[in-house]
């Protein structure tokens, strides 16, 4: 039975940044930066009616090693799943009026890179739905929020500060996105459902391929957002912001 379980398992190969989320009693939420270099999938056992929509029967090991086709249920009723065949990878968004929208696709070729390639749930916001694609290997990767009533693109931004984990023991809690400026001598602090950003300076320079994933821990204890980051030398550093500060508004 163990050999069995075993060979339902299978790795697809990942290599970029992700975030533990914890709260203590005193409400503070903190995320430490974490390299995780495996995801493991199970195999997954399609009903014959539903074989057309989530099996390939050219391809057995792409019924084993893309999408998983389970189905993500939101606050507004709309729900997002995947679907595959021998042709065609997709992900439909329903809203509820039933009306469906394809949000995604990957080419078929490329299924076993589907989880690096293709939308990846990131979070529920109020104001939309915010996903993760575009991985190369040691990223950065692309965010793009929707629509969550009809699935057009409301934002896209670029490889965001500690923002997500592999597995399911935790969320990414806040109401906010961070990353950088776009010549990086600031911290956008983007409140996605209060359309507020806070332009925090940042005077240490980066120049890490992806400086992003030099964060590796924040902490949030009472409108304080500490950030702790490595410098070029390796040096652990901190910068604190106080979110109420409104000389941050811009």
Same mark, same amino acid.
């Given at each position: 039975?163990?050999?069995?379980?075993?060979?339902?398992?299978?790795?697809?190969?990942?290599?970029?940044? =992700?975030?533990?989320?914890?709260?203590?009693?005193?409400?503070?939420?903190?995320?430490?930066?974490?390299?995780?270099?495996?995801?493991?999938?199970?195999?997954?056992?399609?009903?014959?009616?539903?074989?057309?929509?989530?099996?390939?029967?050219?391809?057995?090991?792409?019924? %084993?090693?893309? /999408?998983?086709?389970?189905?993500?249920?939101?606050?507004?009723? =709309?729900?997002?799943?995947?679907?595959?065949?021998?042709?065609?990878?997709?992900?439909?968004?329903?809203?509820?009026?039933?009306?469906?929208?394809?949000?995604?696709? /990957?080419? /078929?070729?490329?299924?076993?890179?589907?989880?690096?390639?293709?939308?990846?749930?990131?979070?529920?916001?109020?104001?939309?739905?915010?996903?993760? =694609?575009?991985?190369?290997?040691?990223?950065?990767?692309?965010?793009?929020?929707?629509?969550?009533?009809?699935?057009?693109?409301?934002?896209?931004?670029?490889?965001?500060?500690?923002?997500?984990?592999?597995?399911?023991? =935790?969320?990414?809690?806040?109401?906010?996105?961070?990353?950088?400026?776009?010549?990086?001598?600031?911290?956008?602090?983007?409140?996605?459902?209060?359309?507020?950003?806070?332009?925090?300076?940042?005077? %240490?320079?980066?120049?890490?391929? /992806?400086?992003?994933?030099?964060?590796?821990?924040?902490?949030?204890?009472?409108?304080?957002?500490?950030?702790?980051?490595?410098?070029?030398?390796? %040096?652990?550093?901190?910068?604190?912001?106080?979110?109420?500060?409104?000389?941050?508004?811009?």
């Amino acid at each position: 039975m163990k050999l069995k379980a075993f060979n339902c398992l299978i790795a697809c190969a990942i290599y970029f940044s =992700s975030c533990n989320y914890t709260k203590d009693a005193n409400s503070k939420i903190t995320m430490v930066l974490q390299t995780d270099t495996s995801v493991e999938k199970k195999k997954v056992q399609i009903p014959i009616n539903e074989r057309t929509n989530c099996f390939c029967d050219k391809d057995s090991l792409m019924n %084993e090693a893309t /999408v998983s086709c389970d189905t993500t249920h939101f606050s507004n009723q =709309s729900t997002i799943y995947w679907r595959y065949n021998c042709e065609k990878i997709w992900l439909t968004l329903d809203n509820k009026y039933k009306e469906k929208f394809v949000i995604d696709t /990957v080419p /078929v070729e490329l299924y076993g890179y589907a989880f690096r390639l293709g939308y990846h749930l990131i979070k529920e916001f109020k104001s939309g739905l915010l996903f993760r =694609s575009g991985c190369p290997a040691n990223g950065p990767c692309i965010y793009t929020l929707i629509d969550k009533y009809n699935g057009k693109i409301l934002d896209r931004f670029n490889q965001l500060i500690c923002i997500e984990k592999f597995n399911n023991e =935790s969320k990414y809690e806040f109401n906010f996105i961070v990353y950088f400026s776009a010549n990086q001598e600031y911290l956008i602090i983007n409140y996605l459902d209060q359309k507020k950003r806070l332009k925090v300076p940042f005077r %240490e320079k980066i120049t890490a391929a /992806v400086p992003e994933q030099q964060f590796n821990e924040i902490i949030l204890d009472h409108n304080i957002l500490t950030l702790h980051y490595s410098s070029n030398n390796g %040096e652990t550093k901190t910068l604190s912001v106080d979110l109420n500060d409104r000389t941050y508004l811009f």
